[in-house]
Structures are given as C-alpha cells and as structure tokens.
C-alpha cells in the first residue's frame, strides 16, 4: 500500500497546501517519511489525514470561479467504526462549501471496500449543494454495491459513464465539463 501514491500530474495547476482557502493551506507532508498507516500497513506520505483512521484523500484540484473541486480517496471508507464521512464532511467538505464550492468528484479506485451507517451527512452535504453535485467516478463494483444497499445513492452519482473514466488524461476542467455536461443532459 506504501507505493500507491495520490496523482500528481495537476502539480503545477493546483497545490492544496499552497491554496490559502483549502483545507490543507500550509500543510507539509514528508516526501520520504512513512507515518500514516490504515490498519498496519504504512501508506505512501503524500495522502492527506483528516481525522480518519483508515481514509485518507489527496485534494487534486479546486476551481472557485467554476465552484468544482476533484478529491481523489484512498483506503477503507469505515462509517460503522470509525464515522470516516463525518470527518470527511466536517473536516474537509465543509470548508469547501464555505469557498463556494458545490460541484464535488470523487475518484474512488483506491477506495478498498466502503461499510456503511446512517446517511445523515451524506444527507447534509447534499442539502447543502444548492443545484450543486456528487459524482463518484471509478469506484470498485463491490463499494458501489454497498453504496446502493445504504441508499447512499440518492446523494452521490455513480456508476454508468463514470465506470472505467479515464480522468487521468484529461486535465481538470475537462474533466469538469465532461461531467457536468453528462448530468445537466440527465436533468434535460
């Protein structure tokens, strides 16, 4: 788990620790020191802690002016023990939506399995978009399963188009217009 590392290749679009108004302004993290771990596996330094145990995130990209910001996920997503979307939504999401931010993607092909409890902050964080949205791309067949079982998606959009998106080639606000252009077709 220690060699998987956050994509890097929007650098020198976007820095989180550089960005006075994300969550991780002035964060530092080591390049070569492992101290992270989920469960007792070390995990490459480069991913962001935001109070979970065992989910981390690397913030890729934010655009205020658009309101969109890209947040890729690594490791297990633990509601029932560990609360993970509480200190995603408090941590991290809600200080996005005070910048205005309302269109939010998740790339979720590091996310190792998902154990669901109640949808209260999924609940919040939608109701808190405005005419905003959440789209998971790339999530594992078994998360999305576990995502449907909890009737988490109403709140978040997965699956379809956003299965196997190949995000990496695209630069950001191609990503962003990819994705947004798909659901204003499905609200049409």
Aim: a negative charge; proline letters at 3%; aromatic letters at 20%.
């Amino acid at each position: 788990m220690h060699n998987l590392e956050p994509f890097y290749n929007w650098r020198e679009l976007y820095i989180a620790s550089e960005d006075e108004r994300s969550p991780f302004f002035g964060r530092q993290n080591s390049e070569i020191y492992f101290e992270h771990v989920i469960y007792d596996h070390y995990i490459h330094p480069q991913w962001d802690y935001f109070g979970s145990q065992t989910l981390y995130l690397k913030l890729l990209f934010v655009q205020y002016e658009q309101q969109y910001a890209v947040i890729e996920l690594f490791g297990e997503w633990n509601d029932v023990l560990y609360n993970d979307v509480m200190y995603l939504y408090r941590n991290v999401i809600e200080e996005l939506l005070e910048q205005g931010i309302k269109y939010f993607i998740l790339i979720g092909e590091n996310v190792l399995d998902f154990h669901s409890d109640t949808d209260d902050y999924f609940a919040e964080w939608f109701d808190n978009l405005d005419d905003g949205w959440i789209i998971g791309i790339n999530f594992r067949q078994h998360v999305k399963e576990e995502f449907k079982e909890s009737n988490i998606d109403q709140y978040l959009i997965f699956g379809g188009e956003f299965d196997e998106l190949p995000w990496r080639s695209l630069l950001p606000q191609q990503l962003f217009a990819q994705t947004n252009d798909w659901v204003s077709r499905q609200l049409q």
